[in-house]
């Protein structure tokens, strides 16, 4: 029971900072500029923290290949790509970068 306790726990922790914006949009016009456009960045926010470190760690020696692959997802982003299209330029360039 313990463990389920923990499970259902560090779900609702993820899970709240993706959902509180969706269901905050009703009283959004009411607050500060700044609160407003934070409230929208923290999906994103929240999955870079958790998408950024794994990047790095999860290549093992070849964590370059990890840091490019974000650099390219960045890159495509940037310019107002589709999501759909910085993945798969992200898969590729990683998928590149391990091959050499």
């Given at each position: 029971m313990n463990k389920l306790a923990l499970i259902l726990t560090c779900s609702l922790?993820?899970?709240?900072?993706?959902?509180?914006?969706?269901?905050a949009s009703?009283?959004?016009?009411r607050l500060p500029k700044f609160i407003r456009k934070c409230m929208m960045l923290l999906p994103v926010a929240s999955l870079?923290?958790?998408?950024?470190?794994?990047?790095?760690?999860?290549?093992?020696?070849?964590?370059?290949?990890g840091l490019v692959g974000v650099c390219a997802a960045f890159i495509t982003s940037y310019f107002?790509?589709?999501?759909?299209?910085a993945i798969i330029i992200s898969l590729a360039v990683t998928t590149g970068v391990l091959m050499i």
């Open positions: 922790v993820t899970l709240l900072p993706r959902i509180i914006p969706y269901f009703s009283f959004l016009t870079g923290a958790l998408i950024f470190p794994l990047a790095l760690t999860d290549f093992g020696e070849e964590w370059i290949a107002k790509g589709p999501m759909i299209v």
